[in-house]
């Protein structure tokens, strides 16, 4: 009876044990259809086909998300690529596996009565963080305007994409940056599209997914489990639409119908991928665009930031052709 006592205190332990290296959180730092293959992946119960006890946890800022990366309190982050490059190079260990969307997707709204970006001149912007892609992607237009986003207008800082629509709603900023689904029930209530940056075709990983060197190095099956899982997240919201747009209200907190229809057609039909390639143009311009403020970044090379074994496994595995056949 002791040896039996002995035995299923050793059995509970090594369970405890197992699921504990099982657990997997993955975090992801804007309210935005480009994670929708997480989003669906996780509803849909694909992270616990694959044996994880997952947890999705929304960070608002992809600089903060990169130093909690850094930290271990999480161990995938789904964030812009520049925030990923800067804490590289300032010694973090960490790697992209894949990007969730390759361009940046991004408008700048404002009243209607705003007819032109130079209206805007000593007025101000909300952006989410400086450095996010939403950052980035404000500084890019400006500067496509000849407007220097230093002096010629005023960038704040805002955080969440609900706290810049809602500063542009009550009148606090003039304009505001947006993206899917929000742009959508901006048009809605009547705010006009000023700029699109979205049209502007730049590369750009919008958002990335990071890891640490070490989970590389010590659980390298965690990350192919993890992206075999995301890439089922991504076919199952292409063949089930309307459980993608009930997780796509779930995760944004949007009930609008049309605004949720019009978001699930734009990310499936023109943006999100059926597996997260990466695109090394864009990894070039987010190193680029991370150069003006990180010297170091000047002689780096963009291959030096990404690990593409895990996507490489993918293709190879078979896969993709035995979900899109």
Same mark, same amino acid.
């Given at each position: ?7 299923l ?12 290296a ?6 992801y730092s ?28 929304f960070?608002?800022? $992809?600089?903060?998300?990169?130093q909690?990366?850094? +930290?271990? @309190? /999480?161990d995938?982050a789904? !964030? *812009?690529?520049?925030?990923? #490059? ?44 400086f ?5 980035i992607?404000?500084?890019? $237009? ?7 986003? +230093?002096? @010629? /207008?005023?960038?704040?800082? !805002? *955080?969440?994409m609900?706290? #810049? ?9 003039e ?9 959508f ?14 049209d ?8 990335s997914?990071?890891?640490?060197g ?12 993890f992206?075999? +899982? ?10 089930d ?12 907190a ?23 390639y990466?695109?090394m143009?864009?990894?070039?311009n ?19 930031f ?20």
């Open positions: 009876m002791k040896k039996l006592v002995i035995a205190l050793i059995l509970s332990s090594f369970a405890t044990s197992a699921s504990a099982d657990r997997l959180r993955i975090a804007s309210i935005s259809a480009a994670y929708l293959g997480i989003w669906v992946a996780r509803d849909a119960g694909l992270f616990a086909r694959e044996g994880f006890d997952d947890q999705i946890i960070i608002p800022s $992809a600089t903060q998300l990169a909690v990366l850094v +930290a271990g @309190d /999480v995938i789904s !964030l *812009g690529g520049g925030p990923v #490059m800067a804490a590289s190079l300032s010694g973090a260990d960490l790697k992209v596996i894949g990007n969730n969307v390759n361009k940046l997707i991004f408008s700048i709204h404002t009243k209607p009565e705003v007819k032109s970006l130079e209206e805007l001149r000593g007025k101000r912007i909300a952006v989410s963080r450095g996010s892609a939403a950052d992607a404000a500084r890019t $237009a400006l500067r496509k305007n000849n407007m220097d986003p +230093a002096k @010629d /207008v005023i960038l704040m800082q !805002l *955080g969440t609900s706290n #810049m629509f809602g500063a542009l709603k009550s009148g606090a900023v304009a505001s940056v947006v993206s899917p689904p929000t742009q029930l901006s048009e809605k209530l009547g705010f006009k599209e000023i700029v699109s940056i979205t502007l075709d730049l590369a750009y990983p919008n958002p997914m990071a890891v640490p070490e989970l590389i190095r010590k659980k390298p099956e965690v990350i192919e489990r992206l075999r +899982a995301y890439v089922r997240g991504v076919h199952r919201a292409r063949i639409r309307d459980g993608a747009i009930k997780t796509l209200a779930k995760f944004t949007i009930s609008d119908t049309a605004i949720l229809n019009r978001t699930y057609d734009f990310y499936m039909a023109k943006v999100i991928e059926r597996a997260p990466i695109n143009q864009g990894m070039q987010a190193l680029d665009d991370v150069a003006r403020t990180v010297p170091a970044a000047k002689n780096a090379k963009p291959e030096q990404v690990d593409l074994r895990f996507l490489d496994r993918i293709e190879k595995s078979g896969l993709l052709k035995e979900l899109y056949r």
